[in-house]
């Protein structure tokens, strides 16, 4: 028998949150990761799978900030439904194994990875293929001007 310590728990995070280099020109809250979403992950044993950028491979590093209705066109949207079927589908592979992916967590004013009031268009692509996979987890949208309050929140999801 094959013995190991995994906890079989996943959250899948927005790109930014890892590396803050692929932010727009202009946007970036911290000078890399956000340790404080790493650090709770990390403590609360959670495995991290950290989504592509849609804007990054679309876009670039050195693009400007645009809203949501800038990007939300067939070629981009088409773009972010392809990261979304390549995500559910290495979630599929965990589950399979019994790891659960407990969270998904977005970044709020984001056009592509809001959560809350207008969701963005890769978590809209990505919530689509998630329930028709019937993959079940909570969407979170985090809020860098209030990281201490928006953990806190997630805490109580993931402790349900």
Same mark, same amino acid.
């Given at each position: 028998?094959?013995?190991?310590?995994?906890?079989?728990?996943?959250?899948?995070?927005?790109?930014?949150?890892?590396? *803050?280099?692929?932010?727009?020109?202009?946007?970036?809250?911290?000078?890399?990761? @956000?340790?404080?979403?790493?650090?709770?992950?990390?403590?609360?044993?959670?495995?991290?799978? *950290?989504? +592509?950028?849609?804007?990054?491979? /679309?876009?670039?590093?050195?693009?400007? +900030?645009?809203?949501?209705?800038?990007?939300?066109?067939?070629?981009?949207?088409?773009?972010?439904?392809?990261?979304?079927?390549?995500?559910?589908? *290495?979630? =599929?592979?965990?589950?399979?194994?019994?790891?659960?992916?407990?969270?998904?967590?977005? @970044?709020?004013?984001?056009?592509?990875?809001?959560?809350?009031?207008?969701?963005?268009?890769?978590?809209?692509?990505?919530?689509? @293929?998630?329930?028709? =996979?019937? @993959?079940?987890?909570?969407? /979170?949208?985090?809020?860098?001007?209030?990281?201490?309050?928006?953990?806190?929140?997630?805490?109580?999801?993931?402790?349900?």
């Amino acid at each position: 028998m094959i013995k190991d310590s995994k906890s079989r728990r996943l959250a899948l995070v927005a790109h930014c949150m890892l590396n *803050q280099n692929s932010r727009a020109l202009g946007l970036a809250e911290k000078p890399r990761a @956000v340790a404080e979403i790493a650090d709770f992950l990390m403590r609360k044993d959670l495995g991290i799978i *950290q989504m +592509p950028c849609p804007e990054l491979a /679309y876009a670039g590093v050195l693009r400007q +900030p645009q809203t949501k209705e800038q990007y939300d066109n067939p070629t981009f949207r088409g773009h972010c439904r392809k990261i979304a079927d390549e995500i559910a589908e *290495q979630i =599929r592979e965990y589950e399979k194994c019994g790891i659960r992916l407990r969270l998904i967590l977005g @970044v709020d004013g984001s056009p592509s990875c809001a959560v809350n009031r207008e969701p963005g268009i890769l978590m809209e692509e990505l919530r689509s @293929v998630l329930d028709k =996979r019937q @993959v079940v987890a909570p969407f /979170y949208g985090v809020r860098f001007e209030h990281l201490k309050e928006d953990l806190a929140k997630i805490e109580r999801m993931i402790n349900v």
